[in-house]
């Protein structure tokens, strides 16, 4: 078998083998029960070289409609929005993607600080204390704080609006049902969360209170009424947060939020057809010990120099095991990586242009929606995202707007029987005038 | 500030500068003012860094110099497959049509996509003997979880809800554990038995009614195949619980022997270690599952089908346990398998497992004589050996591990599995070369002399790298977690 990935020699073969005094390859699989030895080859395509791959694989791609040759209006909780090009450049070097987590931190130093960065940078984005080296994603993210909260006020009971994203939701309650805790939706009203039914189910039983900032609606929450409520009952205020949209809003911290999670997907992180994203996940000081995943700290050497370490890692599965304040062992730290570099691309005036565009392209989308005689049904003030009700079915919709070169919103119908002919539309800095043109017209032929 | 340290991003920030140009805005600019109420916008600006393009990239340059990656050299971390992670791959990846798609677009607009993900499923049913593949989970740990959940929901279907009890090998990785308490059940550890595999005396006196599942490494961290497993397996069945694979190390095994074959009920696989999704320097990974017929209706949801020639999205699971990941898992990493699968093809998957065992039993032969090994015997992809012999001499496996750094190693993993003192687990993988196995095989004799002649010289250790071991009871004691200005 030669194979440019595979550096065995016949030559090698036979020194290796002498060495460990055997005559062939077979004999160190010799302990394998023959009852269970597997003897022919796998039923797999066979191999194919490198040219002749690459324009099979890339064929299989081009079968799919990309938010490059398309104008996507397509978000509820993934985002086409600009990637500075040095993202890819940066995350290319492979002393960054060929490394694995920086248990040897003098030869990691690199990866250790650029945590250390993201950690800061994140905690600058939501006004928390502190932030680990990521998650999974946003949605596992929020669900690691929903079990963080329960453990923490030894509670059963999560609240969560259901203007969380829906799949965020169902994330959730996978979590919490191996720790027996019940998950308790609270409803809307006008495209936030219900104050009034906040208010009712938000008890002493209750752990935690989860809302999403911007909402799943686009539509921005009143932190302060949530956190009162939830803090008069001594339950921890979870929000999930768009990381964009913090380089504009008021940050959750300062609301007193005790978690804070989302995902950093709009920084650098390509759609990728929903993963590998990043989420993340800030606490406030009195929580930090009860973290999961990795966190980095700074301290020092003998010789005084600065440096990062993995630390407080008492909390964590490969120390504690079954105590372990989660089973999370690899993260997303390229994709921090990724965040860190478009964070620091755009840096402390770049997140408020963005996010300032984002907002009034959206607004312009809303009142060219409302001009071609759309409802437009929550009248709040947005983010990226508006809500638009159109007068007939929206089964076929989007792929009549594929055909026009564009990616349509999302149907809400399909995760929420109340909103049937409801779409959501996501308006990013990448589309302009013209394309939220083309749509708008698009669309009002369609619902003429 | 010492003048070794290496500036953070923002102790270069400079106000004024930029390293980013948007488009000028194209639709009427408006007055946040009246778009946002009093209260939402933010008063205090977020402290990012105000740097130029080329600052950026001297800065990111400047830290992977201080990193060590595969590319950099040999990184025999054991029970993390550090094998070299193909090009191809990452070219593939950033394709448009892989790279830019949207997890909610309209089915007929991402068939390639969801072709892939089930020629990626077809393939591991085929690789791991199982029945049914799900791609969602985003890590080994979350796989684990996802697969105990499945058990979970299996027995409670059965009206079994008294199996509150997971096994695990005292040689386990962490997640094992952690995972089975993240799932609701209490973990119970079985020991090893002096050849290094599951005792089964032990075995059989720890199972019972309770029991929900054995998780099982195999071969395990000790890098030794579980010879009795079809024991293993009808001990644990026998009462009536799940056995569960441990995919990590499948690397040793590919193409010799499946999980489905061994009596296994589920399995997760690290793509990110046989199928070289780069480990990131942490991260992301996928961690698919495999499971046999009778746990297929937990899978989670939604399950990816295929009919009439067009892939959709099967949402109408009625006994499945729920979603445990928005979308449908690190589709990103999983194309870099895919690659890697069709680069290989079964010849190639054959050969990675019989050169990654040649390799590990190579080494460990060489070394045998100069370090303690617990357990001889062939081994498989890896191999563990002691440093008591030096720590008698008062040199640590620690110390060792940070003497390689001065030959530009990777040091081993160390001090796992538990149930070895001062433990040095080697896993070489099949993709380096004799030259490069000799030439750490020469250091790690050449310590090995040094722990005996100038000990000193090792517990000392590191001499060459950019910074000396670090702190870190100062780093717990009073955490630093964020730059704060001056
Ligand atoms: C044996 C074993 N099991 C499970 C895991 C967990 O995998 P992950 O880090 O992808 O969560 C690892 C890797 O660290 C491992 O080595």
Redesign the interface.
Known sequence: ?K?R?????EQ??K???G???ISA?D???????E????TG????????A?SA??K???A??????????YA?F?G???Y?H?K?I?V???I????????????????????L?????F???I???TGMD??N??M?????ALAEAA?LSAGHTKRKKVLVSEAV?P??I??V???T????ISVVTVPTKDGVTDLAKLEELVDEETAAVLVQYPNFFGQ?EDL?KVEQLTHAQKALFVVSANPLA??????PG?FGADITVGDAQPFGI???????H?GFFAVTTKL?RKVPG????????????????L????R?????????T??????????A?AAS?A????????????A??N???T??AKQAFEKAGFEVPYQG??FNEIVVKVNGSLADT??VL?EKGI?GG?DLGRVNSDLQNHVLIAVT?QR???E?DALVQEMGALYA | MHKDNQPLIFEITKEGRVGYNLPELDVPAVDLATLLPQGMQRVEEAELPEVSELDIMRHYTALSNRNHGVDSGFYPLGSCTMKYNPKINESVARFPGFANIHPLQDESSVQGAMELMYELQESLVEITGMDEVTLQPAAGAHGEWTALMMIRAFHEANGDTHRTKVIVPDSAHGTNPASATVAGFETITVKSNEEGLVDLEDLRRVVGPDTAALMLTNPNTLGLFEENILELAEIIHGVGGKLYYDGANLNAVMSKARPGDMGFDCVHLNLHKTFTGPHGGGGPGSGPVGVKADLIPFLPSPVLVKEDDQYTFDYNRPQTIGRVKPFYGNFGINVRAYTYIRSMGPDGLKAVTEYAVLNANYMMRRLEEHFDLPYNRHCKHEFVLSGRRQKKLGVRTLDMAKRLLDFGYHPPTIYFPLNVEEGMMIEPTETESKETLDAFCDAMIQIAKEVEENPEIVQNAPHTTVINRLDETKAARKPVLRYIKA
């Open positions: 078998m194979h990935y595979l550096p065995m020699t090698d073969q020194e290796m083998l060495v460990i005094g390859i004999e160190l699989f010799a302990d394998i029960p009852k269970v030895r597997f080859e796998y039923n797999i395509k066979p191999a194919k490198e791959l690459l099979e694989l890339s299989l791609a081009d079968k799919n409609a990309d938010s490059r040759k996507s397509l509820a909780g993934v086409d600009f500075p040095i890819d450049h940066v290319s070097r492979s002393e960054f993607y060929t490394a694995y987590t920086p248990y040897q931190p003098e030869i990691s130093q690199g990866e600080q650029a945590i250390f960065e950690q800061t940078m905690c600058e984005l502190l932030a080296s990521s999974y994603d946003g949605g596992t079990n994203h799949e965020y169902d994330v309650k996978m979590y049902k191996g720790q027996n921005i302060t913090l380089g504009l809003l008021t940050p300062k390509s759609e990728a057809f929903g993963g590998p990043c930090m990795r966190l980095v700290g700074e301290t020092t050497d003998e010789e005084g120099r600065r440096g990062y370490v630390t407080l890692q008492a964590e599965q490969h120390i504690r095991r079954d105590k372990a989660s089973n999370i062992c690899s993260n997303q730290a390229l994709n990586l570099v964070m620091t691309a755009l840096g402390k005036k770049g997140v408020q242009e963005m300032t565009q907002i009034v392209k607004h312009y003030a947005h989007n792929k594929l990616i999302f800095e302009t005038k013209e939220i």
